[in-house]
């Protein structure tokens, strides 16, 4: 098979995930997230194990050296298995939002879960390794979950880099 010029090989059917609703890629190396589950694919495009994720998420990616995803804002459990106060946030009871979670790439741990406002955020990382995501307004995220993710100004910021001339 060839794709705009360039040649493609067709893996086997993905048989292990033949239930899963909602599929996303992750590179560096190349998996699949199906629903709670993700595997390695192998060099003959087969599944390695499926390992559990520690959430259900809605859209999934990568940016860095991370894998996230947007889940459900349901009681989130920290480290020490204390439930996180979702619902004390105070983020307006008119605003629909969600969960963003960082996992780190090679063992599948949470970094950090924060709120957003939408369910597909495009997302970077910077040199100094700062995640920021287009979430209404361009926002980092912390490493200290259940933490507001900062709003950067750009239009300041472009403001304070460019004198106005008169």
């Known amino acids: 098979m060839t794709i705009t010029g360039a040649p493609a090989t067709v893996g086997p059917v993905l048989a292990d995930l033949p239930d899963a609703h909602r599929r996303f890629l ?3 190396p190349l998996r699949v997230l199906a ?16 390992r559990r994720l520690p959430k259900d998420f809605l859209t999934a ?20 298995g204390g439930l996180l106060p979702v619902a ?11 969960m963003f979670t960082l996992l780190n790439s090679d063992s599948f741990e949470e970094v950090s879960t924060t709120t957003i406002f939408t ?3 495009s997302s970077t990382i910077d040199a100094a390794g700062t995640v920021w ?4 307004g361009l926002r ?3 490493t200290v979950s259940m933490a507001w993710p900062p709003l950067l100004d750009v239009a300041a ?8 001339r008169e």
Do not use: C, K, M
């Open 140 to 142: 980092s995220i912390l």
């Open 35 to 50: 629903d709670r589950r993700v595997a390695r694919v192998q060099p003959d495009l087969t599944l390695g194990p499926l």
């Open 26 to 28: 992750a590179a560096t």
């Open 133 to 136: 995501i287009l979430a209404d």
């Open 119 to 121: 369910t597909w955020p």
């Open 157 to 164: 910021l472009l403001e304070a880099a460019v004198p106005l």
């Open 88 to 98: 004390n946030l105070d983020f307006g009871s008119y605003r629909q939002f969600w």
């Open 61 to 80: 990616g990568q940016v860095g050296p991370y894998v996230w995803g947007v889940h459900h804002p349901t009681a989130e459990i920290n480290r020490n």
